[in-house]
């Protein structure tokens, strides 16, 4: 059974930095697409960052330079360095696992992320 579970939410101050983790339980690991989505109050879910099997990562444009994502496949685990952090970075943020080639998806539950001084 795949289970994706995120870690490391919590309150910050503007300008701090937090460190997401996402372990994943089942076999899918190393053969998926990995991505942080986060979803603010009100709006929609977006596309945070995406690292590919091999860790070829892609940004959406307001984290650029702020944010890091990484993967270890050896532990099953995929994170996000969030530096620099603003109000507007405050949200749930989602792991998601697709498998590489396939319409197959998987999602966390989600961790809260709170910028506020």
């Known amino acids: 059974q795949v289970q994706l579970v995120e870690s490391g939410g919590g309150l910050v101050q503007p300008g701090g930095s937090l460190r997401l983790s996402c372990a994943v339980s089942?076999?899918?690991?190393?053969?998926?697409?990995m991505s942080w989505y986060r979803q603010a109050p009100g709006k929609q879910r977006e596309l945070v960052a995406k690292?590919?099997?091999?860790?070829?990562?892609n940004y959406e444009d307001s984290v650029k330079d702020r944010f890091t994502i990484s993967r270890d496949n050896a532990k099953n685990t995929m994170y996000l360095q969030m530096n620099s952090l603003k109000p507007e970075d405050t949200a749930i943020y989602y792991c998601?696992?697709?498998?590489?080639?396939?319409?197959?998806?998987?999602w966390g539950r989600g961790t809260q992320v709170t910028v506020s001084s």
């Open positions: 690292i590919t099997p091999g860790s070829s990562a």
């Open positions: 998601n696992a697709r498998i590489w080639a396939s319409d197959v998806v998987y």
């Open positions: 089942g076999s899918i690991f190393s053969r998926s697409m």
